[in-house]
């Protein structure tokens, strides 16, 4: 059974910072795509950052320069740093995970940043 539980999210005031956290078990994380996504109220999940299994990095071009997503395969886990937090950054968080083809979402985590 594939499980991803993230943790960190709650609520920071604007230019602040948060870390959210993904513990990933059941697949083979170090051959795993890990990432994350958010999707604000009334809108559209939407990419964040994601990360491969070699470490390659890609972001949102909304928080380039403020988000840092890295990962330990040997913790089978991965991170989201969120520094210079905007009001516009309110949502929820979503872990995800592509293995062998399939994709595996967490439970979500609220973010929310008041101005």
């Known amino acids: 059974q594939v499980q991803l539980v993230e943790s960190g999210g709650g609520l920071v005031q604007a230019g602040g910072s948060l870390r959210l956290s993904c513990v990933a078990s059941?697949?083979?994380?170090?051959?795993?795509?890990m990432g994350w996504y958010r999707q604000a109220l009334g809108k559209q999940r939407e990419l964040v950052a994601t990360?491969?299994?070699?470490?390659?990095?890609n972001y949102a071009d909304s928080v380039k320069g403020r988000f840092t997503i890295s990962r330990d395969n040997a913790k089978n886990t991965g991170w989201l740093q969120m520094d210079s937090l905007k009001p516009e950054d309110t949502a929820v968080y979503y872990c995800y995970s592509r293995w062998w083809s399939y994709d595996y979402w967490g439970q979500g985590t609220q973010v929310t940043v008041s101005s």
């Open positions: 059941g697949i083979t994380f170090s051959t795993a795509t």
């Open positions: 990360i491969s299994n070699k470490g390659s990095t």
